[in-house]
């Protein structure tokens, strides 16, 4: 089994949303991280029509986002200048990290050939997301924006690719629940408000955040097993067990 992290992002021709596994990827090609990733996924598409008895498992992450992590989001959030662009205010999905973790383990402990979305259910604005992080809203016309990467040292203007500020990107999860028959247990509300908790202690007490961070590590642990707890006896009824179980 092949696990590959991916993204839906830079749709620059187009405005979708509940985009389905078996829509084309058209990632913009300016960028060298889009291209790569559209790039493994064609290479994974073309290997298992050349072997079809292998067991090929594509998860498409939306961006990841948590306190150790290293994304595109991530950097955004934790970064002064996090600005969005003029007139635009795109959907976006996000998980995160430890979701990323158990979704691994589960593609590879149970067999589910296939591409697979795989977000955190809520569908959240840009706006939102910069709020939930605790950043002040700003913005820039987006010509600037674009004009301003091309420049050397144009990441400090504006410290993500463009497109992810200015094209919505919703992905499909029916496949990702009723097939890979998995469910995140952090609603992007939870990862947002606790990624903006790190960002505030190592700001303003340096050095407490790792203990601060084991602590809300536990809670997070004891919150998120009585939570799975409780949605394993609603799947089983009668006392049978499915393959979304497993802890």
Known sequence: MVNLLNVITGYSDVTLFDLEEDH????????????????????????????????????????IIGPAVDTPMTRFLKN???PSLMGFDPMMQIIHEDDVVEVLAHAVLHDAPGTFNVAAEDVLPLSKIRGLAG?????VF?????????????????????DYLRYPW?????RMRDTLCFEPLYTAEEALREIAGRIRLERYRPGSADVTRAEERLHDI?????RARERSAQQTPGGETGAGDEQ
């Open 80 to 82: 002064p200048w996090t």
């Open 222 to 226: 004891i919150e998120h097993r009585r």
């Open 170 to 174: 919703v992905g499909d999860l029916a």
């Open 135 to 139: 950043k002040r809203p700003t913005a």
């Open 142 to 162: 987006h010509l600037f924006a674009y004009w301003g990467m091309g420049l050397r040292g144009g990441a400090s203007l504006v410290p993500i690719e463009p």
């Open 24 to 63: 084309p990827l058209r990632g913009s090609r300016r960028y060298g991280y889009t291209r790569d990733l559209v790039e493994i996924e064609t290479f994974c598409n073309g290997f298992c029509r050349r072997a079809p008895e292998m067991l090929l498992s594509v998860l498409r992450f939306s961006s």
